[in-house]
């Protein structure tokens, strides 16, 4: 299996909203989409310019212009290489 292979099984198979979730309170929007507090910028208390979307799998954030599908958040979020964020997410599917 390529790893090309292996990130789209592991994007296939999670759901972004369920990880992103757990990291920060997320809060159902329209269209699919779940928005909340961006934790990629400094928060000013403004909400809503974060948001994740169930049917895309991705998240984009407004303000700071970030956006990925759930490993480069992982990688982001937790400062760990993109390979380290596949393997804890394939760990996750067993
Ligand atoms: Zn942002």
Known sequence: MT????VEEVIS?????EIVSQL???EPAESGWYRGACPFHKWQGKKGLFYV???????????CKRCGN??????DYRGMTE??????LQERLK
């Open 3 to 6: 790893s090309q292979n292996i």
């Open 13 to 17: 198979h999670t759901n972004i909203i």
């Open 70 to 75: 759930v490993i480069t958040f992982l990688r």
């Open 53 to 63: 979307s169930e049917v895309k799998q991705v998240y984009r954030c407004y303000r």
């Open 83 to 88: 390979e380290h964020a596949i393997v804890q």
């Open 24 to 26: 920060i309170p997320l």
